[in-house]
């Protein structure tokens, strides 16, 4: 008779996002895993192949978790960027990690994306939804990126700025 599952892919991907938040990319590695879930590093590739496939499984476990915390969101422009900053602000690692790697799987940031993409149609109409979306995508992951990494150093409301520049931005699509 098989000896039970000690551990499942779910408990090895929790443990991943948070070593990932507390020791960063460099700190997830497979042993730290095993440790943190109480298992032998051997035990952990009858659910993960390598390290890849689990910063893979992290990447999407994250994009999936950011799209359920957008589809609670009122679906508007403005609540959807605020959703945006606020995780990537609470996760900053995984927002690295999902943002500038390419270890998301597309199904998954086509859902969270689907929002973004749904209320800057409602702005642009349908031809300019992608475009804009884009556009979007790229000033809040600009403005997080340097939030993040403490490079607004000139003073004043960073709170402000953000609130100004997504007025802005949204002023600009409406038609």
Request: hydrophobic share 45%; net charge negative.
């Amino acid at each position: 008779m098989p000896s039970p599952e000690k551990t499942s892919l779910a408990v090895i991907v929790a443990a991943g996002r948070e070593l990932l938040e507390s020791e960063g990319p460099e700190g997830l590695t497979m042993q730290k895993v095993a440790t943190r879930v109480g298992v032998r590093a051997p035990s952990l590739y009858k659910h993960v192949a390598n390290r890849a496939a689990l910063l893979d499984a992290v990447a999407e476990a994250t994009v999936e978790d950011l799209a359920d915390r957008i589809a609670r969101t009122d679906g508007t422009l403005p609540a959807i960027a605020r959703c945006y900053r606020a995780f990537s602000t609470a996760h900053p690692e995984a927002f690295r990690l999902v943002m500038h790697s390419t270890h998301a799987p597309r199904p998954a940031l086509a859902r969270a994306a689907q929002p973004l993409i749904d209320a800057t149609r409602a702005l642009v109409g349908e031809d300019e939804s992608l475009d804009a979306a884009r556009f979007v995508t790229a000033w809040l992951t600009g403005f997080i990126g340097m939030e993040l990494s403490g490079s607004f150093r000139l003073g004043g409301d960073v709170d402000r700025a953000f609130t100004y520049g997504l007025d802005t931005l949204h002023r600009g699509l409406e038609r």
